[in-house]
């Protein structure tokens, strides 16, 4: 379809695409005549316009209004815009803050507000779950006399815990040496290997538990059950989406219905993070633009994403808004927070 347009048309309708993301009212084409610096008379805008039209990437909300763009009309400024972009300066407050975070998790908290705060739109960071995930130790502590708290933290400071009953009182000092014993053993082993080795040696060694092996498998084994390699995904802004998707809509009870829609996605994390994650395939910058969406949930937004390198796999940063969003803007942020992010996580 791009290469259907002349020069003419492709201007014109990039600018009526800037005025219409920048002022949210229909654009005319007496305003176009005026502003395009093309030098062409309202009649013949009008020509172009009802010609761009006819091609689906602009619409009419009403017969006497001017003209906002289509999904297709936006999906062509885009890739204008993404064609001709510099490449994004470095953005080295962003990355001196990311630099405070301890942990994978806080790294992607802070990413997705940084984007959400200087995109103000709903920002996200997220990667897919990692098996290579690492015991990192294990602690046993006594609660009571037959209860015990097992704590699990794994490489990246991921941490879960359980509390467990025992058929026996606990003495604090054999939980001690019960859990040196499964640290000696089963740390640096991924949460897979560490479970199936911890199984295999109660089974191998049923006969020959001595009190600290009698002790510390069993606890081994039912803390390391609950902790699975799993998604991280972070969200930040949801509300600066309410007042901004409102305004850019006439059907209100249909803007509210779409909030809905994505904020039932949004605390659903798992779903979202299903939605998102064939943005991780490509690499490099996504932008998907309403009914590009696969999921109706997301059709009435626009995503932007950019990849980023956590080790040996790829992350994902980028902001959820509505099709009248920023993009020049977002797209500067998202890959701006997205290499920052990876030299962080490089330790450069």
């Known amino acids: 379809m791009a290469s259907d347009l002349t020069e003419r048309q492709r201007r014109l309708l ?18 176009l005549a005026r502003h395009s610096d093309l030098g062409l008379s309202s009649a013949t805008v009008r020509n172009v316009l009802a010609h761009l039209e006819s091609m689906g990437l602009l619409r009419q909300p009403h017969t006497s209004a001017g003209r906002v763009p289509t999904d297709s009309g ?66 046993f502590v006594r609660l009571e006399d037959r209860k015990v708290l097992v704590i699990v933290v794994a490489a990246g400071g991921r941490i879960t815990h359980k509390v467990i009953e025992t058929d026996e009182p606990c003495d604090a000092t054999l939980l001690a040496q019960a859990a040196n014993y499964v640290n ?34 069993p606890l081994a084994q039912r803390g390391l059950a609950e902790i699975r390699p799993e998604d991280t995904l972070r969200v930040q802004g949801t509300s600066l989406l309410i007042d901004e998707l409102i305004d850019d809509t006439l059907d209100r009870d249909r803007a509210l219905e779409a909030l809905r829609a994505l904020f039932r996605v949004i605390e659903e994390k798992h779903r979202l993070m299903e939605l998102l994650t064939g943005y991780l395939e490509c690499g490099g910058l996504t932008v998907v633009i309403g009914r590009e969406h696969g999921s109706p949930e997301l059709q009435p937004f626009s995503v932007v994403a950019s990849t980023f390198q956590d080790g040996g796999r790829l992350g994902t940063v980028g902001v959820i808004g509505p099709t009248r969003m920023r993009y020049q803007r977002a797209i500067a942020v998202v890959e701006g927070v997205s290499r920052a992010v990876t030299r962080v996580l490089e330790g450069q």
Do not use: K
């Open 74 to 139: 936006y999906r062509l400024y885009v890739d204008t815009l993404i064609g001709t972009r510099r490449r994004s300066r470095a953005l080295p407050d962003v990355e001196a803050r990311l630099r405070q975070a301890g942990t994978v998790s806080q790294l992607l908290e802070n990413a997705s507000q940084e984007v959400s705060r200087a995109s103000s739109q709903v920002g996200f960071a997220m990667t897919p779950a990692d098996p290579s995930t690492r015991l990192q130790h294990i602690d």
């Open 184 to 217: 000696r053993e089963f740390a640096g082993l991924t949460l897979h290997e560490a479970r199936a080795a911890v199984a295999e040696r109660m089974r191998r060694e049923r006969m020959l538990y001595d009190a600290l092996m009698a002790r510390a498998l």
């Open 14 to 31: 990039a600018r009526l695409v800037a005025e219409y993301i920048e002022q949210g009212e229909p654009v005319s084409s007496a305003w």
